[in-house]
């Protein structure tokens, strides 16, 4: 992927995504939860608490939402620290109040871990751990140090040390479990976000080139009649101007002016390649146009096509998707990365599927990454050596992802190993030490003739003007 792209994806942070909006209107709902809890107990419980210091408290919290209403527009997003500020400031705020409300002893105290999961969710690993170090601090201070929760009698309202001791360890606790968790699955959910969008990126550029093809086919078949009538009009012009030269001249002109307009269509399609090919084409066709772009990078790279146990010596014709060309280009040329110098492309068919395996003599995949292969944003710490061999290589971990993405929305199953395995089973030729991919599809799906979906056959509609 180019590095635009690589620079969007991973520069543009989960904090920018979130509105001040969203969060003001969160800070109302705390606001109004903290003045009806203070209320029912003070009215309805005679708790006897220090209303002035706790109006205070919630005051501070609603010039802090007025401020930033009057300040900010409604559309505005925040940043990675005015994220962190906002969050802290509640995080701090709340502890206030529950230090004036009895610490722990308080069973509202369970709401420090609020500001702590919306940190994990949408803010970076390093604001995560400060916020949720100083939701530690703020726990711990308020075990020791609060305001007593009264009564109208003066009766102190506090818990026993062993269930205060309790509620501090699994405020703890959960803080640290929530927001581990919360930020683990943040960040999966975010890297599959944004490797399906550079996947779906991907196939819409191919599916443009594919279209763009079938568009250049099309109008160098539909021009080809036309220049062939013109052709022969002032060639028949030429033998009747014999006596004239100066339009004898010009008509030669136009011959060869037609001549030249039907070079450029027959290379603009493809030696004139009709429609209905860029729908369907050869197993060993799609494979060659898969791998054609990294077969003059300096490996060998040997394609071989055949039956297999019960297959039909007929080769099949095979649908000519975008994901199965793309996706097959990538492992080609993960595999041509990646080689000392050979690389084979096989493709097998039998009367129920369709193989195609890519294999190179290479170091092959690291053994502890090979069930981790296909998550989006992997990629292993290159050698000096690699460097060296590979300037140019300098991916996202994405390549892999896409491939396995694009090829399984075909109907593909991917299986991966390495030659070098002795208990490996997709091959048995000893010259395959590296990394193997095999990638088998059932043949009812891709199959342009034997197919669920077969292509019609016949000759290509006429454009409509």
Known sequence: ???????????????????????????????????????????????????????????????????????????????????????????????????????????????????????????????????????????????????????????????????????????????????????????????????????????????????????????????????????????????????RPDLKEDAALIREQADRCRDILRDMGRAGKDDLHLRQAPLSTVVNEAAEPHVGRGKEVHFSEGPAQDGDVQQPSILRKPEIIHGLRNLIQNAVDFARANVWVEAEWTDGRITVSIMDDGRGYPPHMIGRIGDPFMRRRRAESDQRARPEYEGMGLGLFIAKTLLERSGADLEFANGSDPYQHLTDNPDRRGAIVKVTWPRKLIDAQKGDTPVPSGSNTRIQV
């Open 1 to 243: 992927m180019a590095e635009s792209n690589q620079t969007f994806w991973r520069g543009q942070e989960r904090s920018s995504w979130i509105r001040l909006r969203t969060l003001i209107l969160l800070r109302w709902v705390a606001i109004i939860g903290q003045l009806t809890a203070i209320t029912v107990a003070q009215r309805y419980y005679d708790v006897q608490l220090e209303l002035g210091l706790c109006y205070l408290a919630i005051g501070i919290s609603v010039m802090g939402n007025l401020t930033a209403i009057l300040l900010f527009p409604q559309n505005k997003r925040l940043s990675e620290f005015e994220n962190f500020l906002m969050v802290l400031f509640d995080l701090l705020q709340l502890s206030i109040l529950l230090y004036l409300t009895g610490g722990l002893n308080n069973p509202f105290a369970l709401l420090l871990l609020g500001p702590v999961t919306i940190s994990a969710n949408v803010m970076s690993t390093r604001s995560t751990l400060i916020v949720g170090a100083v939701a530690i601090v703020l726990t711990t201070v308020l075990a020791e140090f609060h305001l007593p929760l009264r009564t109208s009698l003066g009766l102190v309202l506090d818990i026993p040390d062993i269930l205060l001791f309790g509620n501090w360890a699994a405020i703890i606790i959960a803080i640290i479990f929530i927001g581990a968790y919360s930020h683990r699955v943040s960040s999966e959910v975010q890297s599959m976000s944004e490797a399906l969008a550079a996947t779906h990126m991907a196939l819409a550029r191919e599916q443009k080139l594919t279209d763009l093809g079938g568009v250049v086919a099309a109008a160098a078949h539909e021009l080809g009649t036309p220049l062939a009538t013109i052709k022969l009009t002032s060639a028949e012009l030429i033998e009747e101007l014999d006596d």
